[in-house]
């Protein structure tokens, strides 16, 4: 795992450098900054009652979705994510805006150590667990930092589009349906997603698609209920 995730993690540093100065407004930097919200409608109606709920973000990134849960009335949000660059860029975010909002550095499978706390909701969102080699330890991850009483809110994009070919005009299926641990998806991609014409220095990069049955039993095993 760890050539592949030292890779990401160079991919992500370059994103991070882009999406902190974005040129394009895909993540209405100056609106968070200002007391406002990055969350799509969906994510705000599902998550639910937050006011005072102690929140972790994982795979937060710059950190604008992790500030937008506190500006929406969350008690204490902490963020983590294993990009330093991305950390940094959180950090000066969050000073920016005058929030107490705490992000930590640290790889995923490290986060029940780094963070040395529990809390009443982790919050994981939208391209998250393709970054994730193994579905089954992120599910025990998630459950050792849920308090008693504790929820995981999951708004994730349905595996089969990864299993798509990208570059096919119309929809076929390139991908088995579940990547092995040892053997992932490799890409060489020089743009990020939001439409910076900047190039990545670093566009190589590894994900794993996970099928949703994966997702469902790792958590069920890792002892939470669905609702």
């Not at 990055?38 to 979705?65: A, P, S």
């Not at 391209?127 to 929820?151: C, E, H, M, Q, T």
């Not at 995981?152 to 990208?166: K, N, V």
């Amino acid at each position: 795992m760890e050539p592949f995730l030292g890779a990401n993690r160079l991919n992500w540093d370059d994103r991070a450098e882009l999406h902190s100065t974005d040129t394009t407004g895909s993540y209405h930097i100056e609106n968070v900054l200002a007391g406002g919200s990055n969350l799509y409608e969906l994510e705000t109606r599902e998550v639910g009652d937050i006011i005072g709920k102690d929140i972790v973000h994982l795979q937060c990134h710059i950190g604008l979705d992790t500030i937008s849960l506190k500006n929406l009335g969350a008690g204490s949000v902490t963020g983590l994510d294993f990009s330093p660059t991305a950390i940094a860029a959180a950090r000066d975010f969050a000073a920016k805006a005058g929030t107490d909002v705490r992000f930590v550095e640290a790889p995923l499978f490290e986060a029940v150590e780094a963070l040395g706390r529990t809390f009443d909701i982790a919050y994981v969102t939208w391209g998250s667990v393709n970054w994730l080699d193994d579905v089954f330890r992120w599910a025990r991850v998630v459950a050792d930092l849920l308090r008693p009483g504790g929820r995981l809110y999951l708004a994730e994009g349905h595996p089969l589009m990864f299993q798509c070919d990208r570059k096919a005009a119309a929809l076929e299926f390139k991908h088995d349906w579940r990547t092995p641990i040892a053997r992932p998806l490799a890409w060489n991609e020089e743009l990020t997603y939001t439409g910076d014409d900047r190039i990545l220095k670093h566009p190589r990069y590894y994900e794993w698609i996970h099928p949703v049955s994966d997702v469902v039993n790792a958590l069920i095993s890792a002892g939470l209920t669905l609702d």
